[in-house]
């Protein structure tokens, strides 16, 4: 168990560009979810999988955002077409059957410029 | 609607002074989950405590300990002698259940940023 791993820890893209993120969750985690932090706010949720199935979606998930998990394992979150509002911590949590608490990652930093 | 309200944006002690963060709640279900995190400056969130509506008991954890009042509906975090590696900011989340009453995903109060100087 090495926790949840996301990669890059840190991406900057010029505005318009398409950037793609990678979560991979705690390897017996059925459930996976995205959440967003801007500066001096807590976590918003995205999304949310259970196994390779997206059963929620926020109203924050613009349809420059999509998300997938393939086979239930690890998931990727895109953006297309950046924008500057996009510059942000994604993080990413995962938890076994909504039991216990969520295990965080360490995010990827966006700045879009 | 859910909401977490942290009202205390930064708070400042010194080394060895007890701290309490607030948090107060709100929600229509009668079944839910209270959690805090720890953000230290290395941006990870760390799970500190999980509680559900059911569970009125405060519980201690060494230094930590949460008092939980559905009355007031509040779900407050005391840290007794606190130490400089206490410096960080720390989150309040509450998740309505779903999907047979399991959990559902976290909303987040603001944050509380607490500073501890030697």
């Known amino acids: 168990d090495t926790g949840v791993s996301q990669n890059p820890r840190h991406k900057i893209t010029k505005r318009g560009q398409n950037v793609t993120f990678r979560c991979d969750p705690i390897?017996?985690?059925?459930?996976l979810y995205w959440y967003r932090q801007t500066l001096g706010q807590g976590p918003e949720f995205l999304t949310y999988f259970q196994n390779e199935a997206q059963l929620e979606k926020s109203r924050l998930l613009s349809d420059r955002f999509s998300a997938e998990r393939p086979k239930g394992s690890f998931s990727t979150l895109e953006i297309q077409r950046t924008e500057q509002g996009d510059s942000a911590m994604y993080l990413c949590a995962s938890s076994f059957g909504g039991i216990y608490g969520y295990t965080f990652g360490s995010g990827t930093r966006l700045t879009v410029v | 609607a859910q909401k977490v309200t942290q009202a205390q944006t930064e708070i400042s002690v010194v080394e060895k002074e007890d701290v309490t963060l607030d948090c107060v709640y709100e929600?229509?279900?009668?079944?839910?989950?209270l959690f805090w995190y720890k953000q230290p400056p290395s941006g990870e969130l760390v799970f500190l405590i999980r509680r559900n509506s059911f569970d009125e008991q405060n519980e201690i954890s060494g230094r930590y300990s949460w008092n939980f009042q559905k009355s007031t509906s509040s779900f407050n975090f005391t840290i007794t002698a606190s130490q400089v590696v206490d410096s960080a900011v720390y989150f309040c989340?509450?998740?309505?259940?779903?999907?047979?009453?399991?959990?559902?995903?976290?909303?987040f109060g603001k944050g509380t940023k607490l500073s501890v100087k030697p």
């Open positions: 929600t229509r279900d009668t079944t839910y989950y």
């Open positions: 390897s017996e985690h059925n459930r």
């Open positions: 989340a509450l998740s309505e259940a779903k999907y047979g009453g399991s959990q559902g995903n976290l909303i």
